[in-house]
């Protein structure tokens, strides 16, 4: 099959032929559809991850149509349409046992524990844990658009966040994750006040349902957002994942605030100073958001069907896995606008 494979890190992927996947006796193999790309598959390309082992084929949000089934999966079959959290759990350690599979002991992921979905086709092990079955009216892109950004902040909004209608949040960084956190935080009701650096993507913060655009270079935005509100918000969320940011979406927060940290902290940026008298003296809550459970894409699915949510309006562009090559390199100078939806493999 044709796949998009990274020999060393760091270095150009290329387009090449490699073995197609065999289905594991519990899982399926899917023909990609749909495959996003991400700042995630960024870090993993630079050598952040330690799973990653070379040469590997990265993409972890995808989307596709089930053309192999294993001899023990029971709940599914060829010809069905799906998608699979980014974190696929085992489904029997104790962490899945309590409902926490994105943070399963055991888990896999494809895109880094295992070969991803910038190919012809992927396999999914513990397909009768991890698969989502795709209603006929999301498309492809749609599903492969929840994967990793919008998954990771709906559950960062609704479960970890518990937002109300009427409440104020916070999102610091208008990519692919702050603009999904900002249409979820609006379809709830919230008031929602966008944060970035580049006046593009905030122009599609306002798009997405933000109330109220800053733009971080212009001050001190904690101060900002703590006068606007009279307070401080609710809820903020870091969707970059960077010193300033993290830093910035604490001290934005009124007495018991929740900061949910869903931007990767990697390389330089793993260890960030923490204000962490404001967490004792507004006894602020710390959260951290990793993917969402298969089982709970039923209330997102809900939403996008009744037109609440529109992930689809999140995209920015789509392009081909071979214009990926130089996309992937590229990820960290946040030209686009949006997410990139690979979609013509």
């Avoid at 994967?147 to 009427?166: D, N």
Wanted: aromatic residues 6%; glycine residues 10%; hydrophobic residues 40%.
């Amino acid at each position: 099959m044709k796949a998009l494979l990274v020999e060393s890190f760091q270095n150009n992927p290329k387009i090449t032929q490699v073995p197609d996947p065999i289905a594991p006796e519990d899982g399926v193999v899917l023909k990609v559809k749909a495959t996003g790309l991400c700042r995630s598959d960024w870090h993993g390309w630079m050598g952040h991850d330690s799973d990653i082992k070379l040469p590997h084929v990265p993409g972890h949000e995808f989307a596709g149509e089930i053309v192999e089934v294993g001899k023990e999966v029971k709940n599914w079959k060829i010809g069905e349409r799906v998608t699979v959290p980014f974190v696929c759990a085992c489904g029997i350690c104790p962490t899945c046992q309590s409902g926490n599979q994105q943070i399963c002991d055991n888990q896999f992921q494809p895109g880094f524990t295992h070969w991803g979905s910038f190919a012809e086709y992927v396999a999914v092990y513990r397909a009768d844990t991890n698969l989502v079955a795709l209603p006929d009216s999301v498309s492809f892109e749609s599903a492969a658009s929840l994967g990793c950004r919008f998954a990771t902040s709906f559950r960062a909004i609704v479960a970890q966040g518990q937002v109300k209608g009427g409440e104020w949040v916070a999102i610091h960084g208008c990519g692919g994750v702050g603009l999904s956190a900002i249409m979820i935080a609006s379809a709830l009701g919230a008031k929602v006040i966008a944060v970035d650096i580049s006046e593009a993507k905030l122009n599609l913060a306002q798009a997405a349902g933000a109330s109220i655009l800053l733009n971080g270079k212009l001050g001190d935005i904690p101060s900002k957002i703590q006068e606007l509100t009279k307070g401080g918000v609710h809820v903020s969320v870091d969707a970059l994942g960077s010193r300033i940011t993290c830093a910035n979406s604490i001290s934005s927060l009124r007495k018991r605030g929740k900061h949910i940290q869903v931007g990767l902290m990697a390389g330089t940026e793993e260890n960030p100073p923490i204000p962490m008298h404001l967490v004792i003296a507004k006894e602020l809550e710390i959260l951290g958001s990793h993917g969402m459970q298969a089982y709970a894409y039923e209330d997102l699915m809900r939403m996008i069907i009744a037109g609440k949510l529109d992930p689809e309006k999140l995209i920015g562009k789509t392009i081909s896995l071979e214009d990926a090559v130089d996309e992937l390199p590229r990820m960290d100078e946040f030209r686009d606008s949006g997410m990139s939806m690979i979609n013509r493999l």
